[in-house]
Every structure is written in C-alpha cells, then in structure tokens.
C-alpha cells in the first residue's frame, strides 16, 4: 500500500487489486472518503466510484473489518500449536448481561483471552475491561479448548 499526502485535500492510498487494477482511497480533510480506479500507470487520472461520509466509511470498514479478524485469528491459531480460537454468545439470562468484561475475569479463571465481542454487524477489537456485554454479544477467544470451554461454561452459567 502506498500512501501520499494530499497537499489542501487529505490523504490518498493506493494499492495493486488481484486483477492488476491500481485502486485509491482519498482520505479528504473534511472527512469524507472517495474510492478510485486509476487509469493506467497516472495517478493523476482516476475514474470516482463512490464516495463515503465519514459515518459510511466507519459502516463499511465494520462489514469488511469483522470477517478480517476472524481469518486473522484463524492463521494465527493454525501458526501455534495448541492454541485455538472460538465463540462464544452471551445470551439472555446470563448473569454478564449489562456489566463490564472485566467483571467475568475470563483470562484470569480460564486462562483464555477475549480478544473481540462482535455486537450485530459492528466490532469492538481488543476490548477492555470496562466494555459493556449484552445479550447477543459474541465474544471471540483466544486459547486452549479447554480454556474456551471454560469461557463458554462461565459466560453461559
């Protein structure tokens, strides 16, 4: 990825797609954003393809960013040996719901992390110990099965 600084505007990012495609992302000082195809080798010449609101961008970078972490996770968990990644749903009932993470101490009793609570399309990566659990959460762990279990059976009661 190549980053170039805008001069009035903002930012620009480029990068090469699979098909050969030169794709840029203007980043501009208002907070909008606007996704290119350049034409050929010339920076200079772009094709628009949509523009973003700030808020857009935010909704977008959530829809693309969840299915990211998960196949992050998913290397990292195949890259050490006993190390696994799971989910677990924080259901209605549960005596989490409406009180922080930090409350669970998960890592502490299971020796497993939560490492992000998925909340309907929306992320929260690395949350902390003051985040907030509702039902419907989804929370991915990092760590043994048997510490995963451990999360499941804690969360759930």
Do not use: C
């Amino acid at each position: 990825m190549n980053e170039v600084l805008l001069p009035g505007v903002g930012l620009r990012y480029e990068f090469i797609n699979q098909d050969g495609e030169r794709i840029g992302v203007v980043a501009r000082r208002t907070g909008d954003f606007e996704l290119v195809v350049y034409e050929g080798d010339n920076p200079d010449v772009a094709r628009p393809l949509f523009r973003l609101t700030s808020e857009e961008a935010d909704t977008l970078a959530e829809i693309l960013g969840a299915p990211r972490i998960a196949e992050r996770f998913a290397d990292l968990t195949r890259e050490v040996p006993g190390l696994s990644a799971g989910q677990v749903e924080v259901r209605h009932g549960s005596q989490f719901v409406g009180r922080p993470l930090g409350d669970t101490m998960a890592r502490t009793r299971t020796g497993a992390s939560i490492v992000a609570i998925v909340r309907g399309e929306k992320v929260i990566a690395s949350p902390g110990p003051e985040a907030i659990l509702r039902a419907e959460d989804v929370l991915v762990v990092i760590g043994t099965h048997d510490g995963i279990a451990g999360v499941e059976q804690l969360i759930r009661g």
